[in-house]
């Protein structure tokens, strides 16, 4: 049962299975399928501290809870930022809220992408179509501590120009010559000039030096095993690829088992994962 109570908002809940309300402050369509929703605390305000990668349980009244990764700035932990594609019934619910609406929020959960073992060296970020998502927050947290890492590269594949998430922010960190951006779609079409093929055709030739590169991988995980070949044949060890994956969640605090995933439990040892730690089970089709 999911509680709403009285008591401040914010991620630092005594109790995990206890929804704060939270009223959306902005929704933005990113794309015919996908939107960013803004949310503010219902009185009284209180930050809400997250690891890039972590993600939260949103829970629309009278309809369900899903996980939903955070996609904000950590450096603005005031409003939360979730961005969604809609797929079944709750995310069709979460579709059509609109400002002011409520919503009930658990978290944070999970790992996140480890940023301090980056330190140093060159990054770079794979992201298959709302794979950009949960990466976002690792982007903002690197541009602002740009001088600790070496080269910054972002690859980016979508089915087609229409699919594309943040293009505002694509273009503005693309012109601040702080980070190598390369985006690729599956279908070229209308005035696209752009590269076509898949995301993995990127990794060839992106600038980056694969003995001292950490690789962080998110999207569909048909698109993280090509990307961990990939990345392989150019020489980046399976030890510094790092994966986020998803699976069914209830509870998100390692209790009820449905995120079972091989030894693990995907809400609290996951979502991101060392490859080399979870390859056996990613092998494992059905799992
Ligand atoms: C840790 C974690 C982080 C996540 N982060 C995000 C995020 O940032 N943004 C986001 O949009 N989604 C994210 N998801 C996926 C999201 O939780 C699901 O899309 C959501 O639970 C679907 O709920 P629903 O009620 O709308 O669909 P349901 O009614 O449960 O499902 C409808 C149909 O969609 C299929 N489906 C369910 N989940 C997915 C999926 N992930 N991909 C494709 N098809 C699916 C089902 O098999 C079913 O056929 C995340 C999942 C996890 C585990
Ligand atoms: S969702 Fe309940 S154990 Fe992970």
């Given at each position: 049962m999911i509680l709403i109570p009285d008591g401040p908002a914010g991620?630092?809940?005594?109790?995990?299975m206890v929804a704060h309300p939270y009223r959306v402050y902005r929704v933005h369509k990113e794309t015919l399928d996908t939107f960013t929703l803004e949310l503010a605390p219902v009185e009284p305000p209180a930050p809400f501290p997250f690891q890039p990668g972590q993600f939260n349980m949103l829970y629309l009244f009278g309809v369900g809870e899903v996980p939903i990764s955070i996609s904000g700035n950590p450096l603005e932990p005031r409003n939360l930022t979730h961005t969604t594609r809609l797929v079944g019934t709750v995310t069709r619910a979460m579709s059509g809220l609109r400002r002011d609406d409520l919503l009930g929020v658990r978290g944070p959960f999970g790992t996140g992408w480890p940023l301090a073992e980056a330190t140093g060296r060159d990054v770079v970020l794979v992201a298959g179509g709302i794979g950009l998502a949960p990466l976002r927050p690792a982007l903002y947290h690197l541009l602002s501590?740009?001088?600790?890492?070496g080269k910054c590269v972002l690859l980016y594949g979508v089915r087609?120009?229409?699919?594309?998430?943040?293009r505002r922010e694509l273009e503005k960190w693309r012109s601040s010559l702080d980070m190598d951006i390369y985006v690729t779609v599956d279908r070229s079409t209308g005035a696209w000039r752009g590269n076509v093929g898949?995301?993995?055709?990127?990794?060839?030739?992106?600038?980056?030096d694969p003995l001292n590169t950490i690789a962080f991988i998110c999207g569909p995980e048909v698109m993280m095993r090509y990307t961990v070949l990939e990345l392989f044949k150019r020489?980046?060890?399976?030890?510094?690829m790092y994966v986020s994956l998803e699976r069914n969640m209830k509870?998100?605090?390692?209790?009820?088992?449905?995120?079972?995933f091989g030894p693990f439990f995907m809400c609290k040892d996951g979502p991101?994962?060392?490859y080399d730690r979870v390859k056996d089970w990613m092998s494992i089709r059905e799992l």
């Open positions: 991620g630092a809940t005594a109790d995990p501590e740009r001088q600790n890492y087609t120009p229409e699919d594309l998430l943040y898949v995301v993995t055709t990127l990794i060839p030739r992106a600038p980056f020489g980046v060890a399976e030890s510094s509870c998100a605090t390692g209790f009820c088992g449905h995120c079972q991101v994962f060392r």
